[in-house]
């Protein structure tokens, strides 16, 4: 998907602080999306940046630089819920109907 | 209803068979999206239709026809298709504009579990 790169796993304890890192193509950037995806379920928005800087939404926050084509996920006070598939997209150009493009997904597993 | 909701959510054909999937969107938004998921693989954008009309179509077999009779509903036709055709295919809708507050995220249905025999 487009040199979209994020870690295939990662796991971390209840309670704990994890980030999830992304890389992604620079060309032709209009926008980075995070989305959860629990086994069996539709992928679900988490988070949108276009802009650089840190985007806070409760226990998650994600982070932009749009000059080294990096984002990451954190998430705070890890909870068993949490486990789950994250995926990092970058969406299109206008010209190609706004799709996104999606990583393979980092599969973080919560421990107690 | 709410939502985007997919039907049939299982679907096992042969070969040979002729299918369709369908999607339908109660969320007002003016494009639809055809993603692909398989395993340890990204998600595979397959199609997308802005305002009814089909703008992306990602090198796509000719075994998977679109279509979009209006902006609340997208089909996916399915004919002679392989057992790696076998996947998790997953519609989507989003408002085709970023004026105002819109984002543009995409909002996904639960997916039709095909499997191909």
């Known amino acids: 998907g487009q040199n979209i790169d994020q870690p295939t796993e990662m796991t971390a304890t209840e309670g704990a602080i994890v980030q999830i890192n992304c890389t992604y193509q620079?060309?032709?950037?209009?926008?980075l999306f995070w989305y959860q995806q629990h086994a069996g379920e539709a992928p679900t928005f988490l988070s949108y940046?276009?802009?650089?800087g840190l985007e806070e939404k409760g226990r998650f926050s994600s982070f932009l630089s749009r000059s080294k084509g990096y984002s990451y996920l954190l998430l705070k006070e890890l909870q068993m819920k949490d486990s789950a598939s994250y995926l990092c997209?970058?969406?299109?150009?206008?010209?190609?109907?706004?799709?996104?493009?999606f990583g393979k997904g980092t599969s973080l597993l919560v421990t107690p | 209803e709410t939502g985007v909701t997919q039907t049939p959510r299982h679907l096992v054909m042969g070969m040979t068979n002729k299918k369709s999937l369908k999607c339908e969107q109660h969320?007002?938004?003016?494009?639809m999206y055809w993603y692909k998921q398989s395993a340890k693989k990204p998600l595979e954008l397959m199609f997308v239709?802005?305002?009814?009309?089909?703008?992306e179509n990602n090198s796509v077999p000719s075994r998977f026809s679109p279509e979009c009779p209006n902006s609340s509903h997208l089909f996916l036709h399915l004919h002679t298709l392989q057992p790696e055709d076998s996947a998790l295919y997953l519609c989507?809708?989003?408002?085709?504009?970023?004026?105002?507050?819109?984002?543009?995220?995409?909002?996904f249905g639960e997916g039709s579990r095909l499997t191909v025999l």
């Open positions: 989507a809708s989003s408002q085709d504009s970023l004026a105002g507050a819109n984002t543009g995220e995409l909002f």
């Open positions: 620079t060309s032709g950037f209009n926008g």
């Open positions: 940046n276009v802009l650089d």
């Open positions: 997209a970058r969406r299109d150009p206008p010209n190609s109907g706004y799709a996104l493009n």
């Open positions: 969320l007002g938004h003016n494009a």
């Open positions: 239709y802005s305002l009814e009309e089909r703008v």
